[in-house]
């Protein structure tokens, strides 16, 4: 059974950092690039950054180009997303997700809360 299970989120203050953490099982990570999406409230999910299966510098939104840093550990099962010099504009749910051959996997975790506030 698939598993993804977001953490690290909280509330920071602008200009902060977190790292979030996307714990995966019941299916074979290492063959699946890792993307990370947020939702605002009010707003589509949209994707943030995605790596590819060997790990790599990864892609980026424009929006948070620069300033996020995606990444994985095949050995733990693990994706992180590395957030620094935050926005309000930040402000979302955050959800990993895998894809394979252009297909994402068929299950959503609860995400991790992230919240850029004063």
């Known amino acids: 059974q698939v598993r993804l299970v977001e953490s690290g989120g909280g509330l920071v203050q602008p200009g902060g950092s977190l790292r979030l953490s996307c714990a995966a099982s019941?299916?074979?990570?290492?063959?699946?690039?890792m993307n990370w999406y947020r939702q605002a409230p009010g707003k589509e999910r949209e994707l943030v950054a995605d790596?590819?299966?060997?790990?790599?510098?990864?892609n980026y939104a424009e929006s948070v180009k620069g300033r996020f840093s995606i990444s994985r550990d095949n050995a733990k099962n693990t994706v992180y997303l590395q957030m620094n010099s935050l926005k309000p504009e930040d402000t979302a749910v955050y959800y990993c997700?895998?894809?394979?051959?252009?297909?994402?996997?068929?299950?959503w975790g609860q995400g991790t809360q992230v919240t850029v506030s004063s």
């Open positions: 790596i590819g299966t060997a790990g790599g510098s990864g």
């Open positions: 019941g299916f074979i990570f290492s063959r699946y690039a």
């Open positions: 997700n895998g894809q394979r051959s252009g297909v994402l996997l068929g299950y």
